[in-house]
């Protein structure tokens, strides 16, 4: 049987960091994966161009059952960290909206950093590895597609179900199971709203265009743009929401985020008379989507003055156009989420080292744990520092 230190299953983004952060420490490390290649997320993210961590990060970007314990893996491997190391590498970066950081290139001077670091430590990579049975007797037993395998400490980081299509699945969840371990309750995150009321037309029709506004669920709001698509709603703010939104919930979203509507239409009235609301509306928001705001909100004034209508009426549709309510049917599911919320319980891990408190030498990392973060690099970081400091001790 072929002996290891470390055992990882998983080479994604928290699967490589531990491999090189515990092979550069001496220790002899096996990271399997049942993909032909490692890493295979990293080269989609961003576009192609990787938004590998944000320059303003904290404890509040992520959700899970537990909303203290990534704060101890995210103070000790920073973005500060992981930006060092991609300097280091002479890789180009910049800076987008919201602290967000790309790769000027390609996500694939990422993945190739990790992959020699992992080299130089002395990480042995095997894929097309698929794991059929694990056992624990005073070290961990792997029966595999490409062999045996035995070592003292264990690593989870399998991720989550989000992107089937790249062979996402539960196994994870099924190996902290076999341990012990509790998994909160998974759905998509990051992910797009589907509709099955009048929305769902309007989307169709309005498929293409992008609007900047604030979203609202519950005490929850981001500011940036949304996508309407034939499926529905997408975008960073409808991506962003969707984590916290439950089934059966509204949100709202506010299409004039910088003013007040009310004022604007009174505005409108007070300088333009003769004209036409939509006319005037066309001015702020593209002129398919006032179209479409007409035909639900003043269809029986689309041919009236803006002078002829009561101060009381245009109230209202100023109040519609900062707070349009609107009622998801439900996301378009795990095949185009960028997450997976929920996962492994968090009380039952070490948040110094991501260890079992219930099985001695096994650990998770990486998105297969109950910690979700925000668009725009948060995941990434997660993934960096969870990886980091579980490579420090296994």
């Known amino acids: 049987m072929n002996q290891f230190d470390v ?33 295979k997320k990293i080269l989609l993210s961003g576009g192609g161009r990787c938004n590998f961590t944000n320059l303003d990060l904290s404890a509040n970007n992520y959700l899970g ?34 602290g967000q950081l790309f790769c000027d290139e390609s996500a694939k001077e990422v993945l190739a950093m990790l992959l020699r670091a992992a080299d130089e430590a002395g990480v042995e990579i095997r894929t097309h590895c698929s794991v059929e049975r694990i056992e624990h007797d005073g070290s961990y037993q792997l029966r595999t597609s490409l062999g045996n395998f035995t070592a003292q400490s264990l690593v989870i980081a399998t991720g989550g179900l989000s992107f089937p299509t790249m062979g996402a699945s539960g196994f ?16 998509a995150g990051l992910v797009p709203f589907t509709f099955s009321d009048q929305t769902k037309g309007i989307c169709e029709r309005l498929s293409g265009t992008a609007i900047p506004v604030t979203i609202h669920c519950k005490q929850t709001e981001f500011s940036e743009a949304l996508l ?30 910088s003013e007040s509507a009310v004022s604007l239409l009174l505005e409108f009235k007070r300088q333009h008379p003769k004209s036409l609301l939509r ?36 109230q209202q549709i100023g109040e519609h156009l900062n707070g349009w309510r609107l009622k998801p049917s439900g996301t378009e599911g795990y095949r185009t989420a960028e997450v997976t919320l929920g996962g492994i319980d968090c009380d039952e891990l070490s948040s110094k080292t991501m260890e079992s408190k219930r099985q001695p030498g096994l650990y998770f990392i990486g998105e297969v744990v109950d910690v979700t973060g925000w668009l725009g690099g948060y995941n990434f970081q997660w993934a960096w520092a969870s990886g980091h400091v579980a490579g420090e001790v296994v």
């Open 65 to 98: 059952n537990n909303p203290h314990f990534c704060k101890s893996a995210l103070s000790r491997y920073t973005q500060w960290d992981f930006i060092s190391m991609v300097s280091s590498q002479g890789i180009p970066w910049h800076e987008r909206d919201h």
């Open 279 to 314: 006319t005037l509306l066309s001015r702020h928001l593209p002129k398919a989507l006032v179209a479409e705001l007409e035909s639900l909100w003043w269809s029986e004034l689309s041919q009236t003055p803006i002078a002829e209508i009561a101060d009381k009426r245009l």
């Open 172 to 187: 994870g969840y099924d190996v902290a199971r076999q341990f012990g371990h509790s998994v909160t309750d998974t759905r």
């Open 7 to 39: 055992i990882i299953i998983g080479a994604g983004a928290s699967g490589l960091m531990c491999a090189l952060t515990a092979g550069a420490r001496g220790r002899r490390v096996l990271l399997l994966d049942k993909s032909n290649k490692p890493g």
């Open 228 to 257: 309407f698509t034939h499926r529905g709603m997408s975008g960073p703010s409808v991506l962003q929401i969707s984590n916290y939104w439950q089934p059966g919930e509204a949100v709202t979203v506010d299409l004039l985020p």
